[in-house]
């Protein structure tokens, strides 16, 4: 969703221990992305790679001892904001997510990352599956910003030229117009000699359950009057 853009409905009963939680959690990624990137990069022979398969199948077990049933959703930081940690672009606990971290910028948010060897498509290149997605994250998050959480209606991507692995690329979104609860947005990914390797432009529609648990934005900063008798965003439609 956002990288903590919007505030939490719900108080939080004991920050300081969610936030240690947090942190081993965090932790936790953090160490399984490396062990992607090992388990995508490595020569090892079989038997090193047996041995490593089994221990890794204990920890998995070890895991799952105390695991959630379905996906995640969106919870309530220790910050008291929601995030979705399991968005596999920013996900403060999925391994996978680059993590692709914003920052505020006139008119929209800027991106910087890097992508390793687990993103790769095309020799040397990130998959263009991953090039979207970034997009995707980049001007939705955008959007919300706007204070108006959309889900991506469209994303028309044009791909200008290749988007190279293990390099500092920076994507940069923007809204365009907003039309009620739509919201019309572009941006680009840009390589390190400047040249625009992806662009995209998107449509983000606040969905109709979201409208009416939402109510009404009250600022740029994601704060939303509830309507009536609600006392918080449900965390699925
Ligand atoms: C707490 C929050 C969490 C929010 C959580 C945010 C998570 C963000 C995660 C990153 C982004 C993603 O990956 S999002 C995941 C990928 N996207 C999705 O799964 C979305 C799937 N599609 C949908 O759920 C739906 O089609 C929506 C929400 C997009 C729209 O449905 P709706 O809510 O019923 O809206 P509806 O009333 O039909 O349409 C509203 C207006 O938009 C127009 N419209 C609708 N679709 C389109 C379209 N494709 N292209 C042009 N225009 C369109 C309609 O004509 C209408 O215009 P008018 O008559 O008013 O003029």
């Given at each position: 969703m956002t990288d903590g853009t919007f505030v939490s409905p719900y108080p939080v009963e004991?920050?300081?221990?969610?936030?240690?939680?947090?942190?081993?959690?965090?932790?936790?990624?953090?160490?399984?992305?490396?062990?992607?990137?090992?388990?995508?990069?490595?020569?090892?022979e079989r038997p090193v790679l047996d041995e490593v398969t089994a221990r890794v199948d204990t920890l998995v077990e070890r895991l799952l001892e105390?695991?959630?049933?379905?996906?995640?959703?969106?919870?309530?930081?220790?910050?008291?904001?929601?995030?979705?940690?399991?968005?596999?672009m920013l996900g403060m606990r999925n391994p996978i997510a680059p993590p692709l971290v914003m920052t505020d910028d006139e008119g929209g948010v800027t991106c910087t990352f890097s992508?390793?060897?687990?993103?790769?498509?095309?020799p040397g290149c990130v998959h263009?599956?991953?090039v979207a997605a970034v997009l995707d994250q980049v001007l939705g998050t955008a959007a919300a910003r706007r204070g108006v959480p959309g889900l991506t209606a469209y994303l028309n991507t044009t791909y200008r030229r290749p988007t190279l692995l293990g390099t500092d690329l920076v994507c940069r979104g923007r809204i365009d117009r907003v039309d009620g609860w739509k919201i019309f947005a572009s941006g680009e990914i840009v390589d390190p000699q400047g040249e625009v390797t992806a662009e995209a432009e998107a449509l983000f529609i606040v969905p109709r359950?979201?409208?009416?648990?939402?109510?009404?934005?009250?600022?740029?900063a994601g704060d939303f009057a509830p309507p009536a008798g609600e006392t918080g965003v449900s965390p699925t439609p």
């Open positions: 004991d920050p300081q221990s969610l936030a240690e939680l947090e942190r081993a959690q965090g932790d936790l990624a953090r160490a399984v992305g490396r062990l992607v990137d090992a388990t995508v990069r490595t020569r090892q105390q695991a959630q049933e379905g996906p995640l959703g969106i919870e309530t930081s220790s910050d008291g904001r929601l995030r979705d940690h399991a968005n596999p992508l390793g060897a687990a993103y790769e498509g095309p263009g599956g991953f359950w979201a409208r009416e648990h939402l109510g009404t934005p009250t600022g740029d």
